[in-house]
């Protein structure tokens, strides 16, 4: 836990150095080089206080808004705004002064006398606005500690600890910034300079009422380097850091209660589909199921309106966590739609929820043409911000949860596979449902078993490439690599020619290509077009055109059409072969993930 506590201070200093804090900056620099003397320290110790409150008693940050309630957001910017007209206009701030030393004048700082005004409890009010503002930068560590989900020691002393690294940072910052307007005022710049902070002040208060913080935050983490984004990245995502955020975070919340049921249950045959009407399975339950949450669109529902745990009380619900790029749950989608098709009518509700690992995979055209590219006719909703996921605390993809029909989670599935076992799982709670006539079991168009001893999945982008060659292994920015050795390891990569790289992708550009030794029956790519066209992809195997027998469902006359962002079949093969692989991608085509079978 000490160690976890330290990697929570360093990460939150390194938050405060970041892009992140550039639409709050201009604020706490404008609060803190004006008022009374104490004010920067204020303005900091608002700011920590809110922002840990913010963490730990809310938990439910949500990108871009900070608070699952934008009312709070409001009242931030409201706060803001008035501060930068009391600044502006010093007779106002007088008032202000004075009405906020009246309400708090029992409360003496520092041995001053009560009711005599140092800026410092201005300067609370003005910080505790800022901790709402600044609550969306809560980087991988805070993640753990909002999926949580509840109070407790450990995650209070982490979110403090978060929170007092970016103290230490943005005191020195706003008194650095007090300083300097010192010697403007010694200069006799003083009125000037009270006109110019009121008026950042206000103007920042106007930039987040329209959420133009939020659009310069999405802008720098797209073009700015990821070094610069979060200057403390490696450190948490270290293994270190990994390894006490699980113990922290705890298994799936399912799972966990799952793998206790087992254990303790009695052993006895599982209700099936000639069991009689209303016979009770011996499925055990394992929790009650959490609602469909922060959703924001839904597809295959009447009107398009959400659905809710309570309203599908009575019916067998199968929820599906899955995104339209991963392989795994591809091949988890016959099936779906077989059990849909075939137990719709006796009872049985799939729910899919969309919960994206990219960003294209956010946009609501693309998860609409993913459901009707693989016939999918049961509700999906979209879960862009992952709510519903951690509701559910769930960690996979793709993930089965079956519930019955008083809305309790009676089984947990994660990952392929055990497709009989979940059908029977069906049909004994709709026995227990009371439905008798189930009839034949389901069948799926198709029925994929993953090979074994394949090449581990691994990105393109800088963030979580793993098996690359070092020095052709994805560095943020803009590159000319060198070309890829003659001899690769199995299950190695190499970058090779001009390539654009970011945290989650890679950008082919003159020359470039990616070459591999990989192992299995299948290889697939998530890959997207240069901006408003079509790019195409060459593939090599062993050094020669692929043949069309070898060649995937993607790939014509040995090429790779990369039409829109999904994920591209290369290569095919009727048993576990290794290759050499190479791609030769034409300009603007993207590559963010592999994936075998």
Known sequence: MALLTLFAFIAGAGTALSPCVLPVLPALLSAGASGGRRRPLGVVIGLATTFTITIVGFASVIDGVGLGDTGTRSLAIAVLAVFGLATLVPAVGDRIEAAISRVTSRLPVRGR??????????????????????????????????????????????ALA???????????????????????????????????????MLLTALAMAFNLDIRFQTAIAKHLPSALVN??????????????????????????AQTRARDAAAAGPTVGAGAAAGTRSSLP??????DFTGNQRWFNTPGNKPLTIAALRGRVVLVDFWTYTCINCIRTLPHLTAWDARYRKAGLTIVGVHS????????????????????????????????????WGNQYWPAEYLIDARGRVREAHFGEGRYDKTEASIRALLTERGDAALGGLARPARNYTPAQQTSPETYVGSDRAQGFVSANAPRAGTRVYPAAPSKLALSSFALSGTWTVDGEHAVAG??????????GKDVYLVM?????????????????????????????GGIVKVGRQKLY????????????LELRPGAGVGAFAFTFG
Do not use: M
């Open 285 to 290: 339950v394992i929790g009650d199921a959490p």
């Open 510 to 519: 003159p020359g470039a290509a990616l070459t591999a030794e990989v192992q």
């Open 113 to 158: 006398p009560a009711g005599e005004g140092d800026g410092l409890r201005s300067g609370l009010a003005v910080g505790a606005a800022l901790g709402f503002l600044y609550a969306p930068c809560a980087g991988p560590i805070l993640a753990a500690v909002i999926a949580v989900g509840s109070a407790s020691g450990r995650t209070v002393l982490v």
């Open 569 to 580: 079949h290369l290569v095919h093969r009727g048993s576990v072969e290794r290759h050499r």
């Open 231 to 256: 200057p403390t990245k490696s450190l948490e995502d270290s293994a270190s850091a990994k390894r006490e955020l699980g113990r922290l975070r705890g298994s799936s919340r399912f799972e966990a």
């Open 356 to 391: 994206p690992e990219f960003d294209f995979e956010k946009r609501a055209g693309n998860v609409a043409d993913a459901i009707a590219q693989n016939g999918i006719h049961y509700p999906v909703a979209q879960d862009n911000n992952l709510a519903t996921w951690d509701a």
């Open 162 to 200: 978060y929170a007092c690294g970016s103290a230490v940072v943005l005191l020195a910052l706003a008194l650095g910034g007090r300083g300097l307007s010192e010697r403007l005022r010694r200069a006799g710049r003083g009125p000037l300079l009270q006109r110019v902070l009121g008026t950042v």
């Open 528 to 556: 997207s077009p240069p901006a408003g066209r079509s790019g195409t992809v060459r593939v090599l195997l062993d050094g020669h055109p692929i043949a069309p027998a070898a060649g995937g469902d993607d790939v014509q």
